[in-house]
Nanobody, 122 residues
Framework: QVQLVESGGGLVQAGDSLRLSCAASGRTFSSSAMGWFRQAPGKERELVATISGSGGYTFYAGSVRGRFTISRDTAKNTVYLQMNSLKPEETAVYYC???????????????WGQGTQVTVSS
């Protein structure tokens, strides 16, 4: 069992940066792949980035590659999403998820946080 709590969302202007954090509890965190997803109103939830349990593999959605960075700190049981050069169209609720594989689909993740709102104004 893994419990996830996101933080770090907020209201920023276009071009600004934010760092999201996801604190995990449960003994399986170090072996769990972690993903960040986002869901805008009226749209499907989509993968932003994912990282393997070891941290040795990462994958980014094409729209964020080069601007966002996913990382994890096993000692702190925390995964991060550094977001730079934010755009208004990236306004969404951002969710943290844990699963067995660093996959691109929501169905591969068994545990989800409650989400944190990110609003980017133009």
């Amino acid at each position: 069992q893994v419990q996830l709590v996101e933080s770090g969302g907020g209201l920023v202007q276009a071009g600004d940066s934010l760092r999201l954090s996801c604190a995990a509890s449960g003994r399986t965190f170090s072996s769990s792949a972690m993903g960040w997803f986002r869901q805008a109103p009226g749209k499907e939830r989509e993968l932003v980035a994912t990282i393997s349990g070891s941290g040795g593999y990462t994958f980014y959605a094409g729209s964020v590659r080069g601007r966002f960075t996913i990382s994890r700190d096993t000692a702190k049981n925390t995964v991060y999403l550094q977001m730079n050069s934010l755009k208004p169209e990236e306004t969404a609720v951002y969710y943290c998820a844990a699963g067995w594989f660093a996959a691109q689909v929501t169905g591969s993740y068994a545990y989800w946080g409650q989400g944190t709102q990110v609003t980017v104004s133009s």
